[in-house]
T-cell receptor
Framework: GNSVTQMEGPVTLSEEAFLTINCTYT??????LFWYVQYPGEGLQLLLK?????DKGSNKGFEATYRKETTSFHLEKGSVQVSDSAVYFC?????????????FGKGTKLSVKP | DGGITQSPKYLFRKEGQNVTLSCEQN?????MYWYRQDPGQGLRLIYY???????QKGDIAEGYSVSREKKESFPLTVTSAQKNPTAFYLC?????????????FGPGTRLTVL
């Protein structure tokens, strides 16, 4: 079945540091890929998505590229801020039936220190 | 403003009691979902509904029940048969179940069984 593996946290960075959170997936065909962010005590917000190979999703300075050859969708940001402290979830969605359900990684907690 | 509301934000119940969590959306979305989140875990799908009066079990449906009598509403009942109900519950919706569709999440309800 479909699955998502993302790097375990927590990740602690200083403000303005470069961020990478690794995400790899297993799926049949070409799923859509998503990054969600969860701030403490809140629901999930869509950060970015990509729906086909080589697509780059971007939002609020975050980027991720859909790499079919390495089955990866790593999240990057060039300069993190304290306000980026949150839990980040990688997710995929396949085609039809139960494959159409959103499958999440376990989340990576990011803490950014001033 | 369009969005998803969940109530209450915090809920306490005694063992052996059923409890119903509310989820309402005004996004005119056809599909709705319930997820459970435990500490350090990703989200796991409990139930989903593609249209009114129809719903399907997700990965962890045992001990839960749902109804979908109106497009806007998808309440979740946590029954006494659920062995470990203490968790954070998230409701989501999407336009439909197309594999590129984005799921939008509510703020969540934290259920604690005393």
């Amino acid at each position: 079945g479909n699955s998502v593996t993302q790097m375990e946290g927590p990740v602690t960075l200083s403000e303005e540091a470069f961020l990478t959170i690794n995400c790899t997936y297993t799926a049949t065909g070409y799923p859509s890929l998503f990054w969600y962010v969860q701030y403490p005590g809140e629901g999930l917000q869509l950060l970015l998505k990509a729906t086909k190979a080589d697509d780059k999703g971007s939002n609020k300075g975050f980027e991720a590229t859909y790499r079919k050859e390495t089955t990866s969708f790593h999240l990057e940001k060039g300069s993190v801020q304290v306000s980026d402290s949150a839990v980040y979830f990688c997710a995929l969605r396949g085609y039809g039936g139960s494959q159409g359900n959103l499958i999440f990684g376990k989340g990576t907690k990011l803490s950014v220190k001033p | 403003d369009g969005g998803i509301t969940q109530s209450p934000k915090y809920l306490f119940r005694k063992e052996g009691q059923n409890v119903t969590l509310s989820c309402e959306q005004n996004l005119n979305h056809d599909a709705m979902y319930w997820y459970r989140q435990d500490p350090g875990q990703g989200l796991r799908l409990i139930y989903y509904s593609q249209i009114v009066n129809d719903f399907q079990k997700g990965d962890i449906a045992e001990g839960y029940s749902v109804s979908r009598e109106k497009k806007e509403s998808f309440p979740l009942t946590v029954t006494s048969a659920q062995k470990n109900p203490t968790a954070f519950y998230l409701c989501a919706s999407s336009i439909d179940r197309g594999y590129t569709d984005t799921q939008y999440f509510g703020p969540g309800t934290r259920l604690t069984v005393l």
